[in-house]
């Protein structure tokens, strides 16, 4: 159960090591086209939630945070074991929480960088980083498992 942590740690130390790179490397506001104009890198700060909302707000998120990683670890020790989508889902959760709870509380803002602009409706998508990707995987991941565990006790309520 406890071979799941390293996937938190590995989000952790990614999204950290890629932030890294964004502030020691790039102006703010500097944009490297990787796929122009579809995808790219843009150095960004964040000093609210998603999309910046509640900007300025440090208090609310250090204690939603710390909740949020303890509730993560409640049900992972306590709900988790034997369903792998659960607990590959938390430890998403958990290293997103954490990658970002790093860089608020040592930068007082959060480092984004991920540029895209879906192209079909010509959205400029928020811009955002590996520790945001790994919450936004975990909630799906999450939502499949909760479908999978669904469907299982309905069949074993059926047989």
């Known amino acids: 159960m406890y071979k799941y942590y390293g996937l938190a740690a590995f989000v952790v130390i990614l999204d950290q090591w890629t932030k890294w790179l964004i502030v020691k490397n790039m102006e703010f506001g500097e944009r490297i086209s990787v796929w122009d104009p579809w995808f790219g890198i843009l ?5 609210g939630a998603a999309w910046g909302m509640l900007e300025g707000q440090m208090w609310l ?3 939603v945070t710390i909740g949020v990683i303890c509730a993560v670890l409640y049900f992972y020790h306590k709900e988790a074991k034997g369903k792998p989508l659960f607990q590959v889902g938390l430890m998403l959760l958990l ?3 954490i990658g970002n ?3 608020r509380i040592f930068r007082g803002e959060v480092v984004d960088f991920v ?19 790994a919450l936004t995987m975990a909630v799906v991941i999450l939502m499949i498992g909760l479908i999978v565990e669904d469907k299982k006790g309905k069949k074993q309520v059926k047989e």
């Open 43 to 47: 150095s960004h700060r964040n000093r």
């Open 115 to 133: 540029n895209v602009l879906i192209p079909v409706i010509n959205y400029d998508f928020p811009i955002f980083n590996i520790a945001d990707a």
């Open 95 to 97: 290293g997103g929480a």
């Open 61 to 63: 998120f250090s204690i």
């Open 101 to 103: 709870f790093i860089d």
